[in-house]
């Protein structure tokens, strides 16, 4: 089985796009993050023609998550517990489309666009972070159900968890961007500290493997990405993956998405 991550940057947008690379690279799974539409204005009869059951999860332009399978779709939830709102300068707390689980064929999969933080001293910089905690306390009650059980975090996380995984971490520091922080890598780290396994980075080595590159500055010309898309799995799902990759060349060419997919492979 095939499952991939994918913020699409606008599903409408890139519904052309999406479609020739599903026929393209054969998943049997994608989550797909950032959709930007609505469950009414979402393109269903993209997936559904193509052999995918669906599942949506979307409030406005903003955000949005979903789930496509053609090995079943099973137990869809929207949001997870507790997950955190927000709410900006004090106004009363508005839950995000952020998070969408479904089981595929046996896979607890969740699809997750965790918050940016926005700047290091940000009141989202500490939404994000109540985010992240929320949703590892969940996962760590998950195992602690089912040490067996299968279950994949496959999302955009907006953190770069080594410096190797930013095109130039002094860049970083000196401009005093997100995503490279030691709270975010702390919160990144304790994630894998409680079982989940980044099951991507074995079978993809070494520094300037990049998911992300920004469109200004022509940095996917100049090889400035960074790397913050990935499969976090339980013990029992990684013990599956025989083989994954960035599919580096859907970045590639008109209307292509700022993200590319991210595939991994189980026995």
């Known amino acids: 089985m095939r499952i991939a991550t994918w913020n699409v ?19 049997d799974v994608l989550a797909i993050q950032e959709t930007k539409c609505r469950d009414d204005n979402f393109p269903w009869e993209l997936f559904e023609q193509n052999g995918y059951e669906v599942a949506h999860f979307g ?138 396994a980044d099951v991507v980075r074995p079978h993809t080595p070494g520094p300037g493997v990049y998911t992300f590159w920004e469109y200004t500055s022509l940095r996917f010309q100049k090889r400035q990405g960074m790397r913050i898309d990935f499969h976090l799995a339980s013990p029992a799902l990684a013990a599956r993956v025989k083989h994954a990759y960035v599919d580096k060349d859907e970045r590639r060419g008109k209307g292509a998405s700022d993200h590319a997919p991210v595939v991994m492979e189980l026995a």
């Open 9 to 27: 940057n606008s599903m409408r947008a890139r519904a052309d796009r999406v479609e020739a690379w599903l026929e393209k690279s054969d998943v």
């Open 59 to 196: 409030f406005s332009q903003w955000n949005g998550v979903a789930i496509a399978s053609r090995v079943g779709l099973k137990n869809v939830e929207r949001t997870f517990p507790n997950q955190p709102a927000f709410g900006k300068n004090g106004t009363d707390p508005v839950q995000e489309a952020r998070a969408i689980g479904a089981t595929c064929n046996g896979v607890r999969l969740w699809s997750l666009y965790v918050p940016n933080g926005r700047a290091r001293d940000d009141e989202h910089m500490d939404y994000k972070l109540q985010w992240l905690r929320h949703l590892r306390e969940n996962a760590e009650s998950w195992l602690a159900e089912d040490p067996q059980a299968q279950i994949v975090l496959a999302g955009d996380w907006n953190i770069a968890p080594g410096d190797e995984d930013v095109w130039d971490i002094d860049y970083f520091e000196k401009n005093q961007l997100t995503h490279v922080t030691e709270p975010e890598r702390q919160a990144f780290q304790e994630f894998e500290e409680a079982g989940f």
